[in-house]
């Protein structure tokens, strides 16, 4: 029986009001040096049972953020709050998480029955209800018959998901998961993404989870974080980060991009005419641009262009001459020479009714309004 006083800080005392944040990250920066930030001025709530990816290119500060959250890295400056409570004074093994890493960090010389059970003996449970809870957690990543063999029996797939069981047996209310699929294989990473989410649906747990795979961070997320310079360019549901990005990073970060430079020559409401300086004119949506005259750069994705007879149909409309040609089962990438790119892509389904597209054909390709984002200087053209 655990003390008040060693009792876990994400079950300790009375709850929140409603809709008080389970995780606060309150003005918290991290510097290692005393000079340069690796985290500036981070402010982030996590409600309770959510599913948060930390997504971003390395170096950008997602992984220190987890780091500070689990207790080993300490703030520098802020306050991080667990269950409305700051946690800064309390070690790792009082919060209660639990934690997955990418090496999956199990004991070699345990069974995996033993790997599972040593979690609930440092919490000092009964032999029944180690039992118990090690038999539930097997059961729950469909090991059950593995529970004898040791780390080095199993797969790659079979040791993530012992270690998946393993933070959560003693059932905490919090897993921290820092690249956990980066050593597995792309067939078995997919395998076990749509494991993760079933057991998060199932438990109700709140996962906060680290990549830099955006393929990742859309298929498991209830919403993403995308880090540069350690700060936070945009959080929002995968959709949302997907099809309205607020940044011209966020949008060349998070999939695949036509990115065309312009003028902007005029705005009204939320629709502004851009010059491409290639020549031309687009329509786009205007998402965060500066008055008329400024520079600005527009975001489309391939998918979203279409060609003719269908382009013909679109406020948008540009001529092309077919570059490349790539066959990729369930879809087509053509590679144009366009809008001033050589670079310009254009994704066709792979369907009985698409057009044949040859490399040196000429093709008219269209896209909405909608589909086009006006968005601040690519910094990196």
């Not at 997504?55 to 987890?66: D, E, H, N, V």
């Not at 080993?72 to 309390?90: C, H, K, S, W």
């Not at 090991?143 to 079979?158: D, I, K, T, V, Y």
């Not at 298929?219 to 949302?240: K, L, V």
Request: aromatic share 6%; net charge neutral; with cysteine.
């Amino acid at each position: 029986m655990r003390s008040s006083r060693d009792q876990d800080i994400t079950r300790s005392g009375p709850p929140g009001p409603a809709g008080t944040p389970y995780i606060q990250f309150l003005n918290v920066q991290k510097t290692y040096d005393g000079n340069n930030l690796v985290i500036d001025d981070l402010n982030l709530s996590i409600a309770r049972g959510e599913f948060l990816t930390l997504l971003g290119p390395s170096g950008s500060g997602k992984t220190t953020t987890l780091m500070m959250l689990a207790g080993f890295e300490p703030v520098t400056e802020g306050q991080i709050l667990l269950a409305g409570r700051p946690i800064q004074n309390v070690p790792p093994n009082k919060r209660d998480i639990g934690m997955v890493f990418q090496n999956y960090a199990l004991f070699p010389h345990l069974t995996v029955a033993e790997n599972l059970a040593f979690p609930l003996r440092v919490r000092k449970l009964s032999k029944s209800e180690i039992a118990k809870k090690m038999r539930r957690a097997l059961e729950m990543v469909q090991l059950s018959s593995l529970e004898n063999r040791r780390p080095g029996q199993l797969s790659g797939g079979q040791q993530q998901r012992v270690a998946l069981a393993r933070a959560l047996v003693f059932e905490p209310a919090l897993v921290l998961m820092d690249e956990p699929l980066g050593a597995l294989d792309r067939q078995l990473r997919e395998q076990m993404q749509y494991e993760i989410k079933r057991i998060h649906g199932s438990l109700g747990v709140t996962v906060v989870y680290v990549t830099h795979d955006q393929g990742e961070a859309l298929t498991m997320s209830s919403r993403i974080a995308i880090f540069y310079n350690g700060r936070i360019q945009q959080i929002a549901t995968p959709d949302e980060i997907y099809e309205q990005p607020q940044s011209i990073f966020v949008a060349r970060f998070i999939g695949e991009n036509n990115i065309l430079a312009g003028k902007v020559l005029d705005l009204k409401d939320s629709v502004c005419s851009v010059e491409l300086d290639s020549g031309g004119v687009v329509r786009a949506m205007a998402v965060n641009i500066g008055g008329i005259g400024s520079r600005t750069s527009l975001s489309l994705r391939p998918e979203r262009v279409a060609i003719a007879p269908e382009a013909d149909r679109k406020p948008n409309l540009f001529e092309g001459e077919v570059l490349e040609v790539t066959y990729l089962g369930d879809h087509v990438r053509a590679r144009l020479r366009m809008c001033g790119s050589e670079h310009f892509i254009v994704k066709l389904p792979n369907n009985r009714d698409r057009q044949r597209c040859e490399v040196g054909s000429r093709m008219t390709a269209g896209w909405s309004i909608e589909d086009c984002v006006a968005l601040d200087v690519d910094a990196t053209a």
